[in-house]
């Protein structure tokens, strides 16, 4: 580590300003550190071996993440030792995660979403897990930090289309998750449309959640591809609305199906405050839309009661069932004994 002390700065006298007709003097405040604090302080410059490779654009991603999440944590000890040592597992991290998402190394799960008139499960969400009980927010922050997301919904779909051409699956239909970050080229579209091209009753079997995890910059040209795929057939649902700054501009802008409400809302319904009146007014807006809506986190009876009141359509949570590596095409409406857990992509 290379330190270079900074000499201490000459303190100066603090006189009043020179006046002028009609301004008050204004004395001039301490600037530096060492004025407002006494301390002496110097600049460290910290080093970390970076791996070279042909494209130098993961390396960069992969020192922002890696600088985020030092400064997050503080610095104790040896800075250098500490942020390099960050840094190599965020490198060796991020390459795992890509062997994983090449090679398909993950699960889906499937969780249903339910008709709340008919109780029928009207679809199934893929929900990503690369272990057994984790949660897989970390990692698909990662992808998205380090430039894979769109490798990680392309393989997502692939393994949902797999299943939706399985056998006995004639009949279920799936909804996968994709980031906003993979709308902003035609890849993920391109992709999705050619692994179900020889199959149009897939296609009208599978829905996108189109998620807020990353910005979606160019609306118009995020809607053009979504267009591509309802055109054949295939619905596009907003995830988790109400959650993000952009939520309204998307419903404005993207031409949708379904909109799913974000379980922030969904689970205080049966208290019937603020978030009953939001949700009702959503619900309206939707309807003159015509755009069918979800709501999420659903894990009580009293608030399955309170979304069919205000007229939604769907509901899914662990009133309904967990997400489980087969999906159930039959479901029992009962209490959940898990409360406040949040089952989604992100």
């Known amino acids: 580590m290379e330190r270079r002390q900074r000499r201490p700065a000459q303190r100066r006298a603090l006189r009043p300003a020179e006046s002028a007709p009609g301004n008050r003097s204004v004395e001039r405040r301490p600037g530096t550190l060492m004025e407002r604090h006494g301390a002496e302080v110097a600049p460290k410059t910290v080093s970390a071996p970076v791996p070279h490779t042909p494209d130098p654009l993961p390396t960069l991603r992969a020192l922002r993440m890696a ?20 840094l190599m597992r965020t490198m060796k991290d991020g390459e795992r995660l890509r062997t994983i998402i090449a090679e398909r190394a993950f699960d889906l799960h499937y969780q249903p979403i339910v008709d709340l008139e008919t109780g029928a499960v009207h679809h199934f969400e893929a929900l990503i897990r690369f272990t057994e009980g984790a949660s897989p927010a970390g990692a698909i922050r990662m992808a998205e930090e380090l430039a894979m997301v769109t490798d990680l919904d392309k393989a997502v779909a692939d393994k949902a289309v ?25 890849d993920y579209v391109d992709r999705l449309l050619a692994m ?15 998620t807020e995890t990353a ?14 795929l309802r055109e054949t057939g295939i619905q596009i649902c907003i995830d988790d609305f109400g959650a993000g700054s952009a939520s309204f501009d998307y419903l404005r802008s993207l031409s949708v199906d379904i909109v799913k409400i974000d379980g922030a809302f969904v689970k205080t319904l049966a208290d019937g405050g603020k978030d009953n009146t939001v949700v009702r007014h959503l619900v309206e807006l939707c309807r003159a839309l015509e ?5 999420e986190m659903v894990e009580t009876e009293q608030v399955a009661d309170a979304l069919r009141a205000l007229g939604v359509n769907f509901a899914q949570g662990y009133l309904y069932g967990r997400p489980e590596k087969e999906p159930r095409t039959r479901v029992a409406a009962a209490p959940a004994r898990r409360q406040g857990v949040t089952e989604g992509w992100g």
């Open 67 to 86: 600088l985020d999440g030092f400064l997050s944590k503080g610095v104790d000890g040896e800075p250098q030792m500490t942020f390099a040592a960050a």
């Open 162 to 186: 797999r299943k939706l051409n399985s056998p006995g699956f004639g009949l279920t239909r799936i909804a996968v998750n994709v980031s906003a970050a993979s709308l902003a080229s035609d």
């Open 196 to 210: 179900t091209g020889d199959r149009p009753d897939v296609r009208k079997r599978l829905m996108v959640e189109v």
């Open 215 to 228: 910005a979606l910059n160019d609306l118009a040209a995020a809607d053009r591809r979504l267009a591509r």
């Open 291 to 295: 755009i069918d809506t979800i709501g």
